[in-house]
């Protein structure tokens, strides 16, 4: 069964109709939606998601920053956060997006030329998929996708039908970025042969909550979509979800990912030889399901990313926003997302947020170092453009997919007891380890279902 024949009712005049059950059909394809959008036409966008992240996206930059783009339509299961954004919308003084429960009437619209996936993790590969079929470009926001499996298939979609595909890991776009790139690949810190990765920050405990309703402003069923259908909890609900295996995984995924990524670009590589993860809930015994300690080592040719997480660790601090944008360097001791290159002649220390980068020879002195500015802009800058070019974008959801995948195959490793897993990059797989594999994709629920052709 293809995902563009899944009924997509019009929900534009009553949001709060169910979708459960639907089996009508509908003949979108790429052919008959897609259309290349010139350099100076305007663009039409519509958001899935307007939680936190979603409503930071409209009142930082979608409402306010980029008059030539359109806000047709936002969409939410909540109506209190679909309120909400449509509320930051109006407060810009751009025309009022169409509010809608479902997504696919977003895709329905020939006129939309761009859909942005601001959803839970469980909510990325459906949409993205379904966009991309409907002659949709999509900006999907980190991590590419639930798990393994899901992640290469929004890759076939964006390939077969030839869309635009951007994760949200901004720091690719940042000038700051490329330079330490192109630094490293001049041998200016000798071989390397270690980076290591942190993510130390400290998040509150989750205190123990008991099932109940779900709120009447939400349509639980629907938020769930191809997950497993659970009694509603607070705890396995907005945000806490990041802490539950059925919708995230953790802050590898949540929050690491973004290191990860850098760190690929930094030192190079793609596929690693082998992976184990080890950890578990050291400092807190709450309602989280996912650890709050984890170590990560991925195995490559000559070299091994280490990746180190903490979640009850206040002395870590990220990049201040005052020097986010300044010539500044944090205070790399206490940075909790920086990454350190380690070569046979020097070390350099990167930061994400624009916190730039400084490399030092072994005797300590600073060689060089390139001052950075916050990338969320210039992110979204390469995403419309390539929209409207039909470039790849500086995060292309292949390079999201792998960096994605090695947050997910450490977590197998650590859900495992930490085995060291052999990883066959042509597969995406594990060599000789069912159980493993196993987990590398998951059933979906109906009617939620991603076919191996998309």
């Known amino acids: 069964m293809n995902l563009a024949n899944l009924t997509r009712r019009q929900l534009?005049?009553?949001?709060?109709?169910?979708?459960?059950?639907?089996?009508?059909?509908?003949?979108?394809?790429?052919?008959?939606?897609?259309?290349?959008?010139?350099?100076?036409?305007?663009?039409?966008?519509?958001m899935m998601g307007t939680g936190g992240r979603g409503q930071w996206l409209l009142r930082e930059e979608l409402a306010t920053q980029w008059p030539d783009v359109d806000i047709a339509y936002l969409c939410d299961v909540d109506a209190k956060r679909l309120h909400a954004a449509m509320?930051?919308?109006?407060?810009?003084?751009?025309?009022?997006?169409?509010?809608?429960?479902?997504?696919?009437?977003?895709?329905?619209d020939k006129k939309v030329d761009a859909l942005f996936v601001v959803t839970p993790d469980h909510w990325h590969a459906l949409p993205a998929i379904l966009a991309c079929q409907a002659g949709k470009d999509v900006f999907l926001e980190k991590p590419a996708a639930h798990n393994a499996w899901e992640g290469r298939k929004i890759v076939e979609a964006a390939r077969k039908?030839?869309?635009?595909?951007?994760?949200?890991?901004?720091?690719?776009?940042?000038?700051?970025?490329?330079?330490?790139?192109?630094?490293?690949?001049?041998?200016?810190?000798?071989?390397?042969?270690?980076?290591?990765?942190?993510?130390?920050?400290?998040?509150?405990?989750?205190?123990?909550?008991?099932?109940?309703?779900?709120?009447?402003?939400v349509d639980y069923d629907l938020w769930t979509g191809p997950a497993p259908?659970?009694?509603?909890?607070?705890?396995?609900?907005?945000?806490?979800?990041?802490?539950?295996?059925?919708?995230?995984?953790?802050?590898i995924i949540n929050d690491g990912v973004h290191q990860i990524d850098a760190a690929r670009m930094l030192i190079g590589r793609d596929y690693p030889n082998a992976v184990t993860s080890t950890g578990g809930k050291l400092a807190y015994q709450d309602a989280a399901q996912t650890p709050d300690t984890q170590i990560a080592v991925w195995e490559f040719d000559n070299l091994m990313m280490v990746f180190e997480l903490a979640l009850w660790a206040p002395h870590m601090q990220k990049t201040p926003w005052d020097y986010r944008d300044t010539d500044g360097f944090p205070n790399w001791q206490f940075n909790a997302t920086k990454i350190e290159v380690h070569g046979t002649k020097g070390l350099m220390y990167f930061s994400r947020h624009g916190g730039g980068w400084q490399a030092w020879n072994p005797d300590g002195k600073e060689i060089a170092n390139g001052p950075g500015r916050h990338p969320h802009h210039p992110h979204l800058a390469n995403f419309?453009?390539?929209?409207?070019?039909?470039?790849?974008?500086?995060?292309?959801?292949?390079?999201?997919?792998r960096s994605t995948l090695l947050c997910q195959m450490a977590n197998i490793s650590y859900r495992l007891g930490?085995?060291?897993?052999?990883?066959?990059?042509?597969?995406?797989?594990?060599?000789?380890?069912?159980?493993?594999?196993?987990?590398l994709k998951r059933p979906g629920r109906p009617p939620w279902i991603i076919p191996e052709n998309v």
């Open 87 to 108: 509320g930051i919308v109006e407060k810009a003084g751009r025309p009022a997006p169409t509010p809608v429960k479902d997504f696919r009437a977003i895709l329905d």
């Open 12 to 46: 534009l005049a009553d949001t709060a109709r169910t979708v459960a059950g639907a089996a009508a059909v509908s003949t979108l394809t790429a052919a008959s939606m897609a259309r290349a959008a010139s350099a100076n036409e305007r663009l039409v966008i519509g």
């Open 161 to 217: 039908y030839q869309r635009v595909v951007q994760l949200g890991t901004q720091t690719r776009s940042g000038t700051y970025t490329h330079e330490a790139v192109e630094f490293l690949r001049a041998g200016r810190i000798g071989d390397i042969h270690m980076a290591r990765v942190y993510n130390m920050v400290r998040r509150p405990p989750i205190d123990p909550q008991p099932d109940g309703p779900a709120p009447e402003n």
């Open 229 to 251: 259908l659970r009694p509603f909890n607070p705890n396995r609900f907005h945000y806490h979800w990041h802490w539950c295996w059925d919708f995230s995984g953790g802050d």
């Open 384 to 401: 419309f453009e390539c929209v409207r070019t039909r470039r790849r974008p500086n995060a292309d959801i292949e390079e999201g997919h």
């Open 418 to 439: 930490g085995r060291k897993l052999i990883v066959d990059g042509n597969t995406e797989s594990f060599a000789n380890d069912p159980e493993a594999n196993a987990m």
